[in-house]
């Protein structure tokens, strides 16, 4: 890994056209958290890597700006950026609290958010939050530009829709509409430097005693980060009260086993995926703890 | 090979390289800068910890090639000449250093967090130094040092 070559872009027009000069053994690195650490554990994700293209230079990719109810945020933020962001923290306290949790402060010096859902681990932290919250991202290639959800950007474990002469450039998050209330929840061996094991990100809009909006996403539970459109349709327009909370609850659970199947761990896990997620709902409609 | 040049405990550097090479290799190997320890070599243990732009970073997963322009600092550029940082020297008189090689990265976690916040509360500063294991103190010495570190420099200042 040490004869790779190293170049530093300044503009993104620069990235772009070297990533597009033909050259198969060319990847992207910005906090080089995964990248390092899986080049020098031999993962086949970055096995054949002859150069890499640092884009933590490029003005572009940094930053985050809000306009017209979006936020936009630089795909070369790092976590603390977003962390120290005001903006972030007050409208967007979900996504906050799960940057919080990355790895340490080391790496949330370096480690991007972009890196985070390009690399696409079942455990990426952000990925529950940025679906719940509705986010797309934007991607560039020389050819031009486009714009998808993330729910469709991510394919599987490690798989995105990422083509190899693409770069994301930023993430757009909406600012939810509406009166939401919601959490984030990480469940690891220790409260740093943790794989996660459990995540849920959970966004609810009371209206006149009924749920109005439902939002569910999940981590580490699922293969990748997942989104629940069909539980957040079946409980919207129900009555807000505990019954409906412990039957949303339950659902989830049965919901994560079917898309994983039994696992050994399911025994642990299943129980506290639900009590979890009631626990949540329940301080989102109710406030305090249960 | 690659001709970097940065800026290295105050310095202006220059050294070839390869672009591959790993910031604490080179710290070790190509400047003697031996107070960077290795533990795990992913980012977990933070023994590795120095200053990147004033902020603490994985020298073990850093490259030499991100380095570009870049300010560094090591663990050797806090004592003045004999003159231990009040940080090393309250690691010392509160016990703080058993085996000693976690210590040159939770001070310089440490050093970012005074840097930063100069009154941290206990639980900034277990947030600070979470990323920096260590296996033989049980870290009680180490917040006390971090906290009567904060103090001192904080009356210092008044």
Known sequence: ?290 | MINLKFKLNGEKVSVKTEAGVRLIDLLRNNFGLTGTKEGCGVGECGACTVLMNKKAVNSCLVLAGQLAGASIETIESLAEGEMLHPLQRNFLEHGAVQCGYCTPGMILSAYALLDENPSPDEEEIKEAIAGNLCRCTGYKQIMDSIKATADELNSKNK
Request: glycine share 12%; proline share 3%; net charge positive.
């Open chain 1, 1 to 290: 890994m040490n004869n790779i070559e190293i170049t530093i872009p300044k503009t993104l027009q620069e990235a772009l056209e070297l990533i597009s000069g033909g050259n198969e053994g060319i990847g992207i690195i910005a906090g080089g958290t995964d990248v390092v650490a899986g080049m020098r554990q031999g993962s086949n994700r970055f096995g054949g890597i002859n150069q890499l293209v640092d884009v933590n230079h490029i003005k572009e990719m940094k930053g985050i700006t809000g306009a017209g109810g979006i936020v936009t945020i630089g795909a070369a933020e790092t976590f603390s950026g977003i962390i120290s962001n005001k903006i972030i923290r007050k409208e967007l306290p979900l996504l906050a609290k799960a940057c919080g949790t990355i790895g340490s402060v080391q790496i949330r010096n370096r480690a991007t958010i972009a890196g985070n859902f390009v690399n696409n681990a079942p455990c990426a932290d952000t990925v529950p939050v940025l679906l719940a919250y509705d986010s797309t991202i934007e991607i560039k290639s020389l050819a031009g530009k486009r714009e998808l959800p993330l729910a469709e950007f991510l394919k599987a474990p490690y798989r995105t829709q990422l083509n190899s002469d693409e770069i994301v450039t930023s993430i757009k998050v909406p600012l939810p509409k509406g009166d939401f209330k919601g959490d984030f929840y990480k469940l690891g061996r220790r409260r740093a430097v943790a794989i996660s094991r459990i995540t849920l990100a959970l966004l609810i809009e009371i209206k006149e005693s009924r749920i109005n909006r439902l939002r569910i996403a999940s981590g580490a539970v699922t293969p990748i980060g997942t989104r629940f459109n069909g539980i957040e349709k079946e409980f919207e327009g129900k009555t807000a009260d505990e019954k409906t909370l412990k039957a949303i609850a339950s659902r989830l659970g049965e919901r994560v086993i079917e898309v994983t199947g039994l696992r050994w761990s399911s025994e642990y896990k299943l129980p506290v995926v639900q009590q979890i997620c009631y626990q949540m709902l329940y301080s989102a409609v109710y406030g305090g703890g249960k």
